[in-house]
T-cell receptor, first 116, second 113 residues
């Protein structure tokens, strides 16, 4: 597709269950980001993938959160044993990731996660 | 580490009023600076950017000037419209190499007729 695609668009789960959120970046984009946007809050950085380099996981809030990126393309964000405070919009973005360029990010529409 | 500080919202203005949304940053080196906008029900999109000191980014009547001496990148528009109602995010990316983008907390703008 032409843009960043995220699925599902909405996810309702019960506390304690695991969830997987998917991001399909723009073809050819080597950089991929996950952010979290909570109600009334700004954009909270979660994790950053760049090519084959080790990901920057410094934003993951706890060890219940993990992400992987297979084949340098699709990424999955996994939240284990979900808690109510995990409820938020999870945003994925990608960029060309080339050096010496201005990092314009292209965002997906997000996954609205609701933990009951 | 890198950080971005934005004025807290919401900001409520009448149509045709002058807009300023303050943004200051902390970063080593010479970052690139951005404003992203999120219209209601839509995804974030780049509004404008500046890559070096004294550069002015502009788009859709919005402007922001990269001020290294005050580490600021304030967003301005001379005459806002109802359609400008959105959340505005200031962001930075360190230049040179693969660097993640750091966002501010966002400022909600509401323009009333």
């Amino acid at each position: 597709g032409a843009g960043v695609s995220q699925s599902p668009s909405n996810k309702v789960t019960e506390k304690g269950k695991d969830v997987e959120l998917r991001c399909d970046p723009i073809s050819g984009h080597t950089a991929l980001y996950w952010y979290r946007q909570s109600l009334g809050q700004g954009l909270e950085f979660l994790i950053y993938f760049q090519g084959n380099s080790a990901p920057d996981k410094s934003g993951l809030p706890s060890d219940r959160f993990s992400a992987e990126r297979t084949g340098g393309s699709v990424s999955t964000l996994t939240i284990q044993r979900t808690q109510q405070e995990d409820s938020a919009v999870y945003l994925c973005a990608s960029s060309l990731g080339r050096t010496q360029t201005n990092e314009k990010l292209f965002f997906g529409s997000g996954t609205q996660l609701s933990v009951l | 580490g890198n950080s971005v500080t934005q004025m807290e919202g919401p900001v409520t203005l009448s149509e045709e009023a002058f807009l300023t949304i303050n943004c200051t940053y902390t970063a080593t080196g010479y970052p690139s600076l951005f404003w992203y906008v999120q219209y209601p029900g839509e995804g974030l999109q780049l509004l404008l950017k500046a890559t070096k000191a004294d550069d002015k980014g502009s788009n859709k009547g919005f402007e922001a000037t990269y001020r290294k001496e005050t580490t600021s990148f304030h967003l301005e528009k001379g005459s806002v419209q109802v359609s400008d109602s959105a959340v505005y995010f200031c962001a930075l990316s360190r230049s040179g190499g693969y660097q993640k983008v750091t966002f501010g907390t966002g400022t909600k703008l509401q323009v009333i007729p």
